[in-house]
């Protein structure tokens, strides 16, 4: 009996979880398709998926009229200082409010929820006149700071969860074992808490890679914008899109997130995997 209600219970989650994929894939697929589109088939009333014509002229023209590579340097650089700031700060942070539970863990889990409920219209113009008393305004240096406190309390919500999924028995193990403070913390819990680093650092990556709105305001040397913000060159001074130009570029600049989650998922699964058996 259970067996007869279990099947379809696990197709509906199947069907579900596929439902799902073609709802997030949707979006991507038609920018792939209107990238390689001319323009005669984009303003075609019945577009299609699959262009009748492929063309490159689309990312042609796009990197002929913005610095698209520049700009993508400028991103790359700050998102992966951000990322890797808020890795340093937050791990050993929450591996101490993990360990030490009590007002610490519940002041750093209060701060992690409470932060993310404050929209950042109300937080531009106090990180403004900070960083303009720092003279980091218009600065790369300056923006890395402001995405490594916005990704900071998730970050270490998302740490703390990992640390506490690792038991404590194991270090107790080591140290009964022989092993020092420190190289129980490199040889034994390090590893195991790889997945979660990787995980938190790809959240911080994407958060920072993506962010809009920081860097329009932060930044106002051309030389100095983010891929984000001169993606917005595209849009005519009516809100009209060149919509090939910027379906290219756009296409361009989710490439990096998905090869860092290619290349990153193998150490998450590796990692959980070697959790799993030295447990």
């Not at 279990?6 to 997030?24: E, K, S």
């Not at 303003?43 to 990312?59: K, Q, V």
């Not at 929450?94 to 932060?115: E, Q």
């Not at 650092?201 to 051309?222: I, P």
Request: with cysteine.
């Amino acid at each position: 009996m259970s067996m007869r209600t279990g099947r379809p219970a696990r197709t509906g989650q199947y069907l579900a979880l596929l439902a799902y994929l073609v709802f997030l894939a949707f979006p991507f697929l038609w920018l792939v398709s209107t990238a390689f589109k001319p323009p005669r088939e984009l303003g075609s009333l019945h577009p299609s998926w699959i262009p009748d014509e492929p063309t490159l002229a689309n990312f042609r023209q796009a990197f002929g009229e913005q610095p698209l590579l520049r700009a993508a340097g400028n991103s790359l650089l700050v998102a992966l200082c951000a990322a890797a700031v808020a890795v340093l700060v937050a791990t050993p942070a929450a591996y101490v409010a993990a360990r030490h539970r009590g007002r610490l863990a519940k002041a750093a889990t209060g701060w992690a929820v409470i932060s993310q409920a404050f929209p950042f219209v109300l937080l531009i113009i106090p990180l403004f006149l900070i960083l303009k008393n720092l003279r980091l305004v218009d600065t790369l240096t300056g923006l890395v700071l402001v995405y490594v406190v916005w990704s900071l309390p998730f970050a270490l919500w998302m740490l703390i969860g990992y640390v506490r999924a690792v038991p404590s028995e194991i270090e107790e193990a080591a140290a009964v074992d022989g092993a020092g403070r420190v190289r129980t913390l490199v040889s034994v819990t390090a590893p195991l808490l790889a997945p979660g680093v990787a995980a938190t650092a790809t959240f911080a990556f994407v958060t920072a890679w993506n962010e809009f709105f920081f860097a329009l305001v932060l930044l106002k040397t051309t030389e100095k914008q983010t891929l984000p913000v001169v993606l917005t060159r595209f849009l005519g001074a009516e809100g009209v899109a060149d919509l090939g130009p910027l379906a290219a570029a756009a296409f361009l600049a989710t490439i990096p997130s998905l090869v860092i989650f290619a290349v990153i998922q193998k150490r998450i699964t590796g990692g959980m995997l070697a959790g799993a058996v030295k447990h």
